[in-house]
């Protein structure tokens, strides 16, 4: 499945715009700080996008899931 692949649903992010593909996922989650990008919930969307664009299927659906709980968690922990 090619990073160009679409959500389903876009996901919107908390500051206006919307992450609308795998790669505008993935964009976003290279320009994040370094310790951001290793915070767990972060790894696992990493992982889910990964999969999403290596295997497609139901993994563009987890990636999605998990790109938006990630984006949620970002300043609830510690």
Known sequence: MPWSTP???????HGGG??????QA?????????TVQ???HWQVAVENLINAAETGGGWLMFARI???RALNMDGKEG
């Not at 959500?7 to 992010?13: C, E, W």
């Not at 993935?26 to 370094?34: H, R, T």
Request: no cysteine.
């Open 26 to 34: 993935a964009d976003y989650v290279m320009a994040l700080p370094e």
């Open 66 to 68: 998990a790109v938006m």
């Open 7 to 13: 959500f389903d649903d876009p996901i919107p992010l």
């Open 38 to 40: 290793h915070e767990p």
């Open 18 to 23: 919307r992450l609308a593909t795998l790669q």
